[in-house]
Nanobody, 122 residues
Framework: QVQLVESGGGLVQAGGSLRLSCAAS????????VGWFRQAPGKEREFVAA?????YYADSVKGRFTISRINATNTVYLQMNSLKPEDTAVYYC??????????????????WGQGTQVTVSS
């Protein structure tokens, strides 16, 4: 069993930056695929980024967001730069104990955090 806790969300102006953290407890995290998803009001949950040995990004965030991990501290980060109002959503961290061939699908992940709100004002 893995517990995931997100932090780092908040209110930021357009063009600003935030760094989200996903801290895992319960198991060693280094062999897990970890993904970030987001859900805006009235919209479906969508893929943002994922990491195993390589990184994956949604086209909408490529070049602006960076996912990284520090295995020694069981933490995955999402650095978000050049934020836009359309990035406003609840951001969720998800993990699965294998290398997912397609990490963009939310149904493939076994563990989820509670989410952290990101609000970007125009």
């Amino acid at each position: 069993q893995v517990q995931l806790v997100e932090s780092g969300g908040g209110l930021v102006q357009a063009g600003g930056s935030l760094r989200l953290s996903c801290a895992a407890s319960g198991r060693t995290f280094d062999k897990y695929t970890v993904g970030w998803f987001r859900q805006a009001p009235g919209k479906e949950r969508e893929f943002v980024a994922a990491i195993y040995w390589t990184t994956y990004y949604a086209d909408s965030v490529k070049g602006r967001f960076t996912i990284s991990r520090i295995n020694a501290t069981n933490t995955v980060y999402l650095q978000m730069n050049s934020l836009k109002p359309e990035d406003t959503a609840v951001y969720y961290c998800a993990a699965d104990p294998q290398q997912l061939p397609d990490p963009t699908g939310s149904s493939r992940y076994d563990y989820w955090g509670q989410g952290t709100q990101v609000t970007v004002s125009s």
